[in-house]
């Protein structure tokens, strides 16, 4: 079946630090894939997505690249603020079939003043 | 544009009761999804729905669960005979579905909290 793993956490950083938040992913086919956002006590949000190979989603200054080679689908964001203390999940949604998310187990950042 | 509501946020049973979860998705949106997230954990799928069609419910426990998406009104998460298992947040998303292939994005409710004494 699909899966999505994350790295684990938690990730804490300084701000202004670089992040990277590892996702990679098994399927059967072609997913479309997503990273959502979920701050303390709220739903998730979502913060991009990539549809297909090579495609870059970006958000608040947050990057991702779907990497088909390496079924990877890596968050980034270059210079991190406190306000971006949440946790992320990483999951993809196939087009066909079973169109239900597939989330992976989250990774909480917490980053510092 | 209003985004997917959920009601109650914050529910509290007692074991053998019922629960009953309810989800507005987004307007011009037909299609549901409820997902289960235990503390500390990711979301599991549970059930998607059309209105007045079960689509998928391979996530669904075989008892006590129950779900639908009438013509008109809500979609309701019921939950029959709850156990502190059941303790969790629950999330539903809405997607416009617009066409017959491809993936439209799910947007998300704010979740009921569902805590069973």
């Known amino acids: 079946g699909n899966s999505v793993t994350q790295m684990e956490g938690p990730v804490t950083l300084s701000e202004e630090a670089f992040l990277t938040i590892n996702c990679t992913y098994t399927?059967?086919?072609?997913?479309?894939l997503f990273w959502y956002v979920q701050y303390p006590g709220e739903g998730l949000q979502l913060l991009l997505k990539?549809?297909?190979?090579?495609d870059k989603g970006s958000n608040k200054g947050f990057e991702a690249t779907y990497r088909k080679e390496t079924t990877s689908f890596h968050l980034e964001k270059g210079s991190v603020q406190v306000s971006d203390s949440a946790v992320y999940f990483c999951?993809?949604?196939?087009?066909?079939?079973?169109?239900?998310?597939?989330f992976g187990s989250g990774t909480r950042l917490q980053v510092q003043p | 544009n209003a985004g997917v509501m959920q009601n109650p946020r914050h529910l509290v049973r007692r074991r053998g009761q019922e629960a009953r979860l309810r989800c507005s998705p987004m307007?011009?949106?037909?299609?549901v999804y409820w997902y289960r997230q235990l503390p500390e954990e990711g979301l599991k799928f549970m059930v998607y729905?059309?209105?007045?069609?079960?689509?998928?419910e391979s996530g669904m426990p075989k008892e006590r669960f129950s779900a639908e998406f009438p013509k008109e009104g809500p979609s309701i998460l019921r939950i029959q005979q709850v156990v502190r298992g059941d303790s969790a947040a629950y999330f539903c998303?809405?997607?416009?579905?617009?066409?017959?292939?491809?993936?439209?994005?799910?947007?998300f409710g704010p979740g009921t909290r569902l805590t069973v004494l």
């Open positions: 990539a549809t297909k190979a090579d």
């Open positions: 729905l059309q209105k007045e069609n079960i689509i998928d």
């Open positions: 307007k011009g949106h037909s299609h």
């Open positions: 998303a809405s997607s416009p579905m617009t066409s017959a292939s491809g993936t439209d994005t799910q947007y």
């Open positions: 399927a059967t086919g072609y997913p479309s």
């Open positions: 999951a993809l949604a196939m087009d066909t079939g079973r169109r239900a998310l597939t």
